[in-house]
């Protein structure tokens, strides 16, 4: 028998609702709510936003036009072993007979803002001639910026060393409003070089290279295996024999030349291609033009009637 007894003060069947979360919020959901309160639940944009993203998207904008002005500062200011400016760009453009046009973005890779430029270091007193007649058939193409360097390494060149890539251009200084730059540097080197990226790729020496790399650029590489194999071979052959060999390897170029060009009125056959303009610089360079026989003479007339060697007639005589 318990010793107190106590009467219950409440009934023992009451329910409590304890609660299931912490805080309670307003069911965005629901039907019936205040659009305007909630226009981002259902697919709308805060003007406030809209305007912080128009805004975001021009400022990156002007950013990437600043860029692209400071890179081509850049490459003016800061042209790999140029010491004296003397801009210069080609003279007026003749007919081609190279019809094609290569894709710069393919071949050079794409450069947001930075004007891609060509830069040729060469001794003054081998000039470079296909490379310059290869410069004017870029002027066809492309958009080209010019220009012509003295390195300090030579005391001096001839004029129509410092004009061989023609007239200055009137818009020199907006390098943005061209496609491709061509800076011929004249240096003390004992073998021309080409530096294209000063910083992913390596230099290419020699004229025979620079020239195939200019002709890639013009598309007029051929396409069959078998021309393009004669076309190295007759470029080798110049280079090496013409330019750099002695009298009888020159006799025996121009009897080579003489015999092929007998049976078709181009070395590769019916048409104009690079090994035509690299042979024909050789044979002008070797001085060799006048006592070469009837066949080479024939050729060289055609040609000097295409009117793409123009440029290299001043610098022989």
Request: proline share 7%.
């Amino acid at each position: 028998m318990p010793m107190y007894q106590v009467k219950p003060v409440s009934p023992g069947d009451i329910k409590i609702d304890l609660p299931t979360c912490m805080y309670k919020l307003t069911n965005v959901h629901a039907q019936g709510m205040n659009c305007s309160e909630h226009a981002l639940q259902n697919g709308e944009v805060d003007p406030a936003v809209k305007a912080l993203e128009d805004r975001q998207d021009e400022v990156l904008r002007r950013l990437y036009e600043l860029k692209a002005t400071v890179d081509g500062l850049t490459k003016t200011v800061t042209t790999p072993d140029a010491d004296l400016d003397a801009t210069t760009l080609s003279h007026a453009p003749v007919e081609s007979v190279f019809r094609g046009t290569a894709d710069l973005d393919s071949l050079l890779g794409k450069d947001l803002g930075a004007l891609r430029d060509i830069v040729i270091n060469a001794h003054p007193a081998r000039p470079p001639l296909s490379l310059l007649v290869l410069h004017g058939l870029l002027c066809q193409r492309y958009q080209v910026l010019s220009s012509v360097h003295l390195h300090s390494s030579v005391p001096g060149v001839p004029p129509p060393l410092m004009s061989c890539l023609g007239p200055r251009h009137t818009d020199s200084y907006a390098r943005q409003r061209f496609q491709l730059g061509f800076t011929l540097i004249w240096k003390d080197v004992s073998k021309l070089q080409m530096k294209f990226s000063t910083q992913n790729m390596c230099p290419i020496e020699g004229e025979a290279n620079v020239a195939r790399f200019l002709s890639r650029l013009l598309g007029a590489d051929p396409q069959d295996p078998v021309s393009a194999t004669q076309m190295d071979r007759w470029i080798d052959t110049a280079v090496f024999q013409l330019a750099e060999g002695g009298n009888k390897e020159r006799a025996a170029v121009l009897r080579s030349l003489n015999t092929a060009l007998g049976r078709s009125p181009w070395l590769l056959g019916e048409g104009f291609s690079l090994a035509d303009v690299v042979c024909a610089c050789c044979v002008l360079q070797a001085g060799e033009s006048g006592s070469a026989p009837a066949n080479v003479q024939r050729w060289l007339k055609s040609c000097q009637n295409l009117g793409h060697f123009r440029c290299v007639y001043p610098l022989l005589q």
